[in-house]
């Protein structure tokens, strides 16, 4: 039995999960995962974080074409539907979905870990990498990071809104050429994609679009703000209003002026590190052969 991990990357929906399966994998350690990608960019950059074999395979459908029938698969995307999560179930001998949808509904041969349901065959976990939750020196007062796609161009319609709170920049992965000139004016300084983890760990107070990114930098000691996308999910918002986590809706700049005035005060809940549970409920899962049943 072969373990796959496949996560659904890409120019239009950014790299979050891809962050998060870096982190799994890294926790897993000594099981052997080979990652599956719906990108290929990434997919030939997936060394720089510790993962040593991956694939883009650029469609879904394309998962049975490098996995086979028996096989174990982690699966993290939204792209699931009844028919699909049903084949899937069948296809593989384990598999183990990954939700934010706090209305998710599990499928009884189906294994889920999910940062707010509780129940068999459930690991109720919010996966952050490790090394995030070393405490770090907040040298950052503000930075904005918008997250690794942007497609439409979104933030650089709404510099205006930046401009005047002397925030720093992290820059995203799927961003396009001359993209980054165009919006750096708007703020104090830039941090290439590269110093991402850097970025997060060291900023103070960081505001960003990026679910996974909020819970970094919550995890560092950091005070973030969310600022939720019209065109994202709001699977979070349950999540980041338990934690205290200040909430923007879209581009909305007195929303964001607010937000910044009173954020030190704010009191944040700390982020519980689930590794070890996660860790434990995968190894177990993975690690044992077995069929699936109801």
């Known amino acids: 039995m072969k373990i796959f991990y496949y996560v659904h990357t890409g120019h239009r929906i950014g790299l979050d999960r891809f962050r998060r399966a870096a982190a799994i994998i890294s926790a897993l350690g000594d099981v052997d995962i080979t990652l599956l990608t719906s990108d290929f960019r990434i997919a030939s950059e997936a060394k720089e974080y510790g993962i040593k074999r991956s694939v883009g395979i650029d469609l879904v459908r394309n998962i049975p074409q490098i996995a086979h029938h028996r096989d174990a698969l982690i699966f993290d995307s939204a792209e699931s539907n009844p028919t699909m999560l049903e084949d899937m179930v069948n296809f593989f001998s384990v598999f183990i979905r990954i939700s934010d949808d706090p209305n998710e509904v599990k499928h009884p041969k189906e294994f889920l870990i999910s940062p707010y349901l509780e129940g068999d065959k459930i690991c109720k976990a919010t996966v952050v990498g490790e090394q995030f939750f070393e405490k770090t020196e907040k040298t950052i007062e503000r ?152």
């Open 143 to 294: 930075c904005f990071f918008f997250g690794d796609d942007d497609y439409e161009k979104d933030l650089e319609k709404h510099l205006d809104m930046f401009a005047p709170h002397k925030m720093d920049l992290g820059l995203g992965f799927y961003y396009f050429l001359e993209y980054e000139e165009s919006i750096a004016p708007a703020f104090e300084k830039r941090y290439e994609f590269e110093e991402y983890e850097m970025m997060i760990k060291s900023s103070q107070t960081l505001v960003s679009a990026s679910p996974q990114a909020i819970l970094e930098n919550l995890a560092s000691g950091g005070r973030p703000i969310y600022l939720q996308r019209p065109d994202y999910s709001k699977d979070f918002i349950e999540l980041f209003n338990s934690l205290h986590v200040r909430i923007i809706d879209g581009f909305n700049n007195q929303e964001l002026s607010l937000a910044l005035s009173k954020n030190l005060s704010q009191n944040h809940h700390m982020l519980q590190n689930d590794t070890h549970k996660m860790t434990l409920f995968l190894k177990e899962i993975l690690t044992l052969p077995r069929i699936n049943s109801n």
